[in-house]
């Protein structure tokens, strides 16, 4: 299992959560993302962290769901010991728009948080010497309905070099900005071959109880169809070394922000 999830940047546990504990999530799922659209707009697509709505949503089945055994062991098996896979204060739900579909654009966390143009040699050094520590970048989507909206591309969370074709685009305004003759169809389509455009790529199929963890430094986007309903927890496998292992790192990308700032 371990050696699946080196080398391909994933692992999948299927049918982890129990019914129970599912029937319970979506009951305040459903109500989590009706808020998340009155706070945040029809297009939002996610509501997070979910410890700051605790007077709108019952918290207790993620507080379940944090201290499930079966999650707990799983984790444990991947990675080791002192691993945890549930934060309130972190996690999210990712939810589908309203409106019309919506594409987040490819990325790779660890250097998506820094303009291109601000990413120096300091940067990249920083980088490197994370790139391959398995303290961090272990990102999780649950699905508690069936989710196929993410993308990843297997094995590519391997280099923190980009090999042809594999380009960030995150800030491409014509993701943001179709034309607007486009119905919602046509919408859905170019947004599918944007992500079929990336070389290796592959749809992360969940049912509905599956859990995913990741390499999410790894290329990967997210494509949201409004006519599909999405409740997904969203959070990170923490290690309580990550914030030390990963001081330079987040100081190098101040800096770099910092000076793109004043330009």
Same mark, same amino acid.
């Given at each position: 299992? !371990?050696?699946?999830?080196?080398?391909?940047?994933?692992q999948i546990f299927r049918n982890i959560i129990p019914p129970s504990l599912?029937?319970?999530?979506?009951?305040?799922?459903?109500?989590?993302?009706?808020?998340?659209?009155?706070?945040?707009?029809?297009?939002?697509?996610?509501?997070?962290?979910?410890?700051?709505?605790?007077?709108?949503?019952?918290?207790?089945?993620?507080?379940?769901?944090?201290?499930?055994?079966?999650?707990?062991?799983?984790?444990?098996?991947?990675?080791?010991?002192?691993?945890?896979?549930?934060?309130?204060?972190?996690?999210?739900?990712?939810?589908?728009? !309203?409106?019309?579909?919506?594409?987040?654009?490819?990325?790779?966390?660890?250097?998506?948080?820094?303009? !291109?143009?601000?990413?120096?040699?300091?940067?990249?050094?920083?980088?490197?010497?994370?790139?391959?520590?398995?303290? !961090?970048?272990?990102?999780?989507?649950?699905?508690?309905?069936?989710?196929?909206?993410?993308?990843?591309?297997?094995?590519?969370?391997?280099?923190s070099f980009d090999l042809p074709g594999e380009q960030q685009t995150t800030d491409d305004a014509t993701l943001r900005?179709?034309?607007?003759?486009?119905?919602?169809?046509?919408?859905?389509?170019?947004?599918?071959?944007?992500?079929?455009?990336?070389?290796?790529?592959?749809?992360?199929?969940?049912?509905?109880?599956?859990?995913?963890?990741?390499?999410?430094?790894?290329?990967?986007?997210?494509?949201?169809?409004?006519?599909?309903?999405?409740?997904?927890?969203?959070?990170?496998?923490?290690?309580?070394?990550?914030?030390?292992?990963?001081?330079?790192?987040?100081?190098?990308?101040?800096?770099?922000?910092?000076?793109?700032?004043?330009?």
């Amino acid at each position: 299992m !371990i050696d699946e999830y080196l080398a391909n940047g994933y692992q999948i546990f299927r049918n982890i959560i129990p019914p129970s504990l599912l029937a319970d999530l979506r009951c305040q799922a459903d109500i989590a993302r009706d808020l998340a659209h009155q706070l945040n707009g029809r297009q939002t697509q996610r509501i997070q962290p979910l410890d700051q709505y605790g007077d709108r949503i019952d918290l207790q089945p993620f507080r379940d769901y944090v201290e499930l055994p079966a999650l707990k062991d799983a984790v444990e098996a991947l990675l080791g010991p002192g691993y945890t896979h549930g934060h309130l204060h972190v996690m999210g739900l990712l939810v589908e728009p !309203i409106d019309h579909p919506w594409h987040c654009g490819w990325h790779r966390d660890g250097v998506v948080e820094v303009p !291109i143009a601000g990413r120096d040699q300091e940067v990249r050094d920083a980088v490197d010497e994370v790139w391959h520590d398995l303290r !961090i970048f272990n990102q999780v989507n649950c699905a508690l309905y069936a989710d196929s909206c993410t993308w990843f591309v297997p094995g590519s969370h391997l280099r923190s070099f980009d090999l042809p074709g594999e380009q960030q685009t995150t800030d491409d305004a014509t993701l943001r900005n179709l034309p607007e003759e486009y119905s919602t169809v046509d919408a859905e389509r170019y947004y599918l071959e944007h992500c079929q455009q990336m070389p290796g790529a592959q749809p992360m199929h969940l049912n509905a109880g599956d859990f995913m963890i990741y390499r999410s430094h790894g290329w990967h986007t997210g494509l949201y169809l409004p006519y599909q309903p999405r409740a997904t927890i969203h959070d990170i496998v923490s290690h309580p070394d990550r914030e030390q292992v990963t001081a330079r790192w987040r100081t190098a990308q101040q800096k770099a922000r910092a000076a793109l700032e004043v330009q």
